[in-house]
């Protein structure tokens, strides 16, 4: 049996959440506002102040990190979910749930009482767990890059972030 658990990133993991946004960005690039080759060349400062702006965390089975989630304040009341992604190896054990709900928790906990965030088109998996923690679509649409043809819709939710499973898991 494995647990799984889920811990924020402080700006002195910068090196650690470099490689796992990394990896998110070579596993499904179709899925986020930005590329590789644009965040490969991100500095070390830049990492570190993308941490000290924002509520990332990290999921790990063990020691092996296995998903990350970000929130990043976007106005009055409101904050954003983003760079959510799981590892290949890591999907439908609960993972992406736990990531989820951490970060809910901890807009909550900073006085957010809505939650937004972006699903690329297609992505069913994403909105289901997303339909799952309360969100609905918004009717917002716009493309994932500027410039490219793949879109993605806003969905939000607000209210207590709900559930007592933040935190760890056994599966």
């Known amino acids: 049996m494995t647990t799984l658990s889920v811990r924020p990133l402080e ?34 400062e830049r990492w570190r102040a993308r941490l000290a702006r924002r509520g990332q965390f990290v999921a790990e089975d063990g020691d092996e990190a296995c998903g990350l989630i ?9 904050a954003q979910v983003v760079s959510m992604w799981v590892h290949p190896s890591a999907r439908g054990r609960g993972t992406a749930d736990l990531l989820l709900l951490t970060a809910l928790r901890w807009a909550q906990d900073h006085g957010f009482s ?9 992505n069913t998996a994403a909105e289901r767990l ?7 679509r918004t009717g917002r649409v716009q493309p994932v890059r ?8 806003r969905m939000a939710r607000s209210g207590p972030a709900g559930g007592d499973r933040a935190g760890t898991a056994t599966g």
Do not use: C, K, M, N
């Not at 970000?70 to 409101?78: K, L, N, Q």
């Open 70 to 78: 970000g929130v990043v304040p976007e106005a009055p009341g409101i």
């Open 130 to 136: 997303y339909a799952r923690h309360g969100f609905q």
């Open 114 to 122: 809505r939650v937004e965030l972006w699903v690329t088109e297609g």
């Open 11 to 44: 700006v002195e993991d910068w090196a650690r959440y470099r490689t796992l946004r990394l990896a998110a960005l070579a596993d499904a690039p179709q899925a986020f506002g930005s590329t590789l080759e644009r965040e490969q060349a991100f500095t070390q």
């Open 146 to 153: 500027e410039g490219e043809p793949q879109r993605e819709f």
